[in-house]
Nanobody, 119 residues
């Protein structure tokens, strides 16, 4: 059974940094597009960053370009989101998603991890 488990969220001051981790199990990692989404209170879920495990450039939301970096460790089947220069508006629940590159019905979500940016 495929599982995605996020960790690394927490409370941080504006300007600070956090690194989120998403550990995947029971999937052929290289066939998947890995994406971080976030959902703030009262707002729709939005794409933050994505990367194709078989190669290719990462994609970022305009609001996080230059501050966030998505990366993967294929050996560990993990995807990371390094978040620097955090802003109040980055406060949200962050979710990890894995979607098969050829068969989109193979689509999995983690349980989410809370990131709170507050002074």
């Amino acid at each position: 059974q495929v599982q995605l488990v996020e960790s690394g969220g927490g409370l941080v001051q504006p300007g600070g940094s956090l690194r989120l981790t998403c550990a995947a199990s029971d999937l052929t990692f290289r066939h998947y597009v890995m994406t971080w989404y976030r959902q703030a209170p009262g707002k729709e879920r939005e794409l933050v960053a994505s990367i194709y495990n078989a190669g290719g450039e990462a994609n970022y939301a305009d609001s996080v370009k230059g501050r966030f970096t998505i990366s993967t460790d294929k050996a560990k089947k993990a995807v990371y989101l390094q978040m620097n220069s955090l802003k109040l508006e980055d406060t949200a629940i962050y979710y990890c998603n894995a979607r098969h590159s050829a068969w989109s019905e193979f689509d999995y979500w983690g349980q989410g991890t809370q990131v709170t940016v507050s002074s």
